[in-house]
């Protein structure tokens, strides 16, 4: 850390202004002009624009077929920038598999994740050992990946569409169908009651329906035979039933929605429905976050989405997924932009970037295979941008503390706090409740913890990029005389007031996660 020039500590002056009122609670002011810091010291933390950061609901992605096993984990790239080959699960804070039903809930009433010996089981394992959370989409539709949804549900008589009778494993499963809702309502609730858990679940990707389960061109009637006529009503009636469901069951884990312009609507093309807005509306009401899987595409991720990322920046997380496959299987080229030149997939990374920074997104992905062979291979400078500048970083660049106080005395604490990141913190997400907190912590010499404070009003999701926050805080030390050191973090007030947050700087960090400021003498 450093005092003020970095090596001397330097006492602020006792402010004299005749009639001054000190602040009787801790509070959120704009600056330190108005308070009085007394006989306290400045301390001015070291930033660390670079460290890797491992945050919930921040950083990069890493993605895992529902196919692959725990080796995966350990996939080595190549960077030229560094001269060596590195694991992206190092830069990651969250792991992803987008599968399928069939494959989690193969008959009814049993679930992958118990049978340990299963690809599946062991390939969240994997991510687990690892110390990084798992995310989850589920997907239904069955037009293009096969059998999705298990067979156990259509024997059981829900209704489905088969759009290709050469391939009669490819059913889709009717929505309102109330077979479907039961078995589906059924399967959620287990997922929940294992994975409804913060430690071990980054977000569930929560609706499912849908080509690839991104939320468009949902089936709910035979197209060669349906009017449209229905199309709005079932659309919102399938949505409401979807949402709730993952709502009611997922109470401590962020859920996530795909913001598309046709969400939940039989077609994947076209202008933005009337209703979507409404619809996305009620499942953010209802605690849903944000993500989209076109970044990048210019001719799909266009005004209207960026329109509704700005309208919720800062008010909900949004997560990115990059929309061109460039290892093959799209003409990425073609893109509209014009900016994207055949055989450049760092062309491509490049404009992912850029809508994310325009989005302010929280996380970006290292998709499966050359897309995050890409990423390190040819893009990695953007791999480092994106740790030192996008989702959120949040660190104490200035504290005002004592070095002497008095037994049973109430002592003033004035700190600031910066947002270097163009996301921000979701503490204001209703899975969350505003848990996070600051702390300030008395530490033995062994930094073991003998007391903690924590500054109830402090609010860290109100802390943006260019828009420091400063707050003043009253605790009262009821400590044995001797000496002690001041120490900080932002807490998981659900868990015990433990540090959960790490915070980019260079200066010492206990193994426990709290930041050591200043020695204190308690008389």
């Not at 990946?145 to 009717?174: C, H, M, S």
């Not at 589906?184 to 980054?202: H, Q, V």
């Amino acid at each position: 850390m450093t005092k003020l020039d970095g090596k001397t500590v330097i006492k602020s002056a006792l402010m004299l202004i005749l009639g001054f009122q000190s602040f009787g609670c801790s509070k959120e002011i704009t600056n330190y002009a108005t308070s009085d810091h007394g006989d306290n010291t400045l301390v001015q933390p070291s930033y660390n624009d670079s460290s890797v950061l491992r945050n919930p609901l921040n950083g990069w992605v890493m993605y895992a077929a529902r196919t692959a096993d725990e080796s995966y984990w350990d996939t080595e790239f190549y960077v030229p920038d560094l001269g060596k080959k590195v694991k992206a699960i190092d830069y990651a804070s969250a792991c992803y598999v987008r599968t399928s039903w069939a494959s989690l809930n193969p008959s009814d009433g049993v679930y992958a994740w118990n049978d340990s010996t299963s690809r599946i089981a062991k390939l969240i394992k994997g991510a687990e050992k690892r110390g990084v959370p798992i995310a989850f989409r589920i997907v239904v539709d069955g037009r293009d990946q096969g059998a999705n949804t298990p067979q156990f549900v259509f024997d059981a008589g829900a209704k489905y569409y088969l759009e290709n009778a050469r391939f009669p494993d490819r059913k889709t499963p009717i929505p309102q169908d109330p077979v479907f809702q039961r078995y589906y309502a059924k399967f959620i609730e287990a997922l929940a009651t294992e994975f409804n858990d913060p430690d071990r679940t980054a977000f569930i990707d929560a609706y499912g329906l849908g080509k690839w389960g991104e939320a468009h061109n949902v089936i709910y009637e035979d197209p060669a035979t349906s009017t449209g006529e229905n199309t709005e009503r079932l659309k919102e009636e399938v949505f409401n039933w979807v949402t709730d469901l993952y709502a009611r069951t997922f109470t401590k884990v962020p859920l996530v929605i795909n913001y598309h312009r046709l969400v939940g609507h039989p077609a994947s093309w076209g202008a933005p429905n009337a209703n979507s807005d409404k619809l996305l509306a009620s499942a953010i009401n209802k605690g849903y976050s944000l993500r989209h899987d076109a970044f990048g595409m210019t001719d799909y991720y266009q005004s209207w989405e960026k329109q509704f990322a700005k309208t919720w920046n800062y008010k909900r997380p949004i997560i990115m997924e990059g929309g061109w496959i460039t290892t093959g299987t799209h003409r990425y080229w073609i893109d509209p932009s014009g900016k994207y030149r055949e055989g450049h997939p760092e062309d491509v990374r490049q404009g992912e970037f850029d809508a994310s920074a325009e989005a302010h997104v929280n996380m970006m992905d290292f998709r499966v295979g050359g897309e995050t062979a890409s990423w390190f291979e040819k893009a990695f400078t953007l791999v480092r941008r994106f740790v030192s500048e996008g989702g959120y970083r949040l660190y104490p660049d200035e504290l005002y503390l004592p070095e002497n106080v008095n037994r049973g005395a109430e002592v003033t604490i004035s700190h600031r706090w910066k947002n270097m990141g163009w996301g921000y913190f979701p503490n204001n997400i209703p899975q969350w409740n505003y848990k996070y907190k600051v702390a300030f912590a008395l530490l033995d010499g062994n930094n073991q913890v003998k007391k903690v404070f924590v500054d109830t009003n402090s609010e860290p999701s109100n802390w943006l990029i260019g828009n420091p926050v400063s707050y003043d805080f009253k605790p009262t030390v009821d400590l044995p005389a001797g000496t002690y050191a001041w120490a900080v973090a932002i807490v998981d007030t659900s868990k015990g007031n433990k540090p959960a947050i790490e915070l980019p700087v260079d200066d010492e960090v206990t193994t426990e996660g709290w930041l050591k400021l200043l020695d204190v003498r308690v008389n």
